[in-house]
């Protein structure tokens, strides 16, 4: 696999077209496909998962759960932690955004049906369009991959005696991973700000308001717990950097980003469980 967050780099020309594509769900799907490795399944689930038949049979599934513990548990925790560091507009969920016109209730119920539907079906198809470009950028990059065995160039090693006859294939996958990243990095520089100003919070009272050090507390506790579960990964599959230096990298990835994710889950989790406590508090406070 290339860099796994490098994969993201492919939605962002889609960013524009967020009228027909649900973005959120077009970075979901970029993922989806090295998701059996995070979750330590069998290799024969990694290798379904990279195949067009995997796109509809695990893909897409999985792609509407994640999108769904995205949207509805880890979001809100999200613009908490970012809130601190830049105006936040509001954070709607699609049933705030649903039409709220006075219809008779058959014209209701038709006017709420059309909008979950068209809201699902962006959703559906974020989730098949990301997860595409992820199977196309491994099919180039990967030198098994279903479009580099057809391209012999592809497979020819590099001729760098530093690469170790690297193919030109294993090559691309380093190079592109490193691209991806950087216009990624880049797009969050630029886009941030306006991304932030779009999301709005909930409207309802108590919120749970940050400070800076809270936020830089809580992403100091995930990246020391990240570097950990990497550290740990190194020690455990040292010895394949000495044969096989991919296979290294991949694991250390793999612990990196376990960490980083079960912590942030964590803190999520707490942040809506302290947020329905001090909500049923305000709403029925003890006289």
Known sequence: ?????AHMAAALPFYRCQKRINFEA?????LLPDLPY???NAPIV????HQWSGLLQYCLPWGVAVFIVWYWLLKPATVALLQP????GCLESAAAQAPDVQYPFGLWFAAQLKFYCSFWCKVILGVLLGASTHLIWDGITHPDGFIAQHIGWLQQPVGLAVLNDMSLARLLQYVSSLMGLAYLGWFIHRRMPVAMNSLKLPTDRPLIVLKKWNSLFIVFLMCAISLFCGWQAMLKWHNLMIHNSYPFLAEVLVGLLQGGIGFFIFYAVSYQILYWVLKQKHRYPSK
């Open 1 to 5: 696999m290339a860099f796994t967050l």
């Open 26 to 30: 077009l970075l979901i799907g970029t």
């Open 38 to 40: 995070f979750l330590n």
């Open 85 to 88: 560091w830049g105006r936040v």
């Open 46 to 49: 990694g290798q379904h998962s």
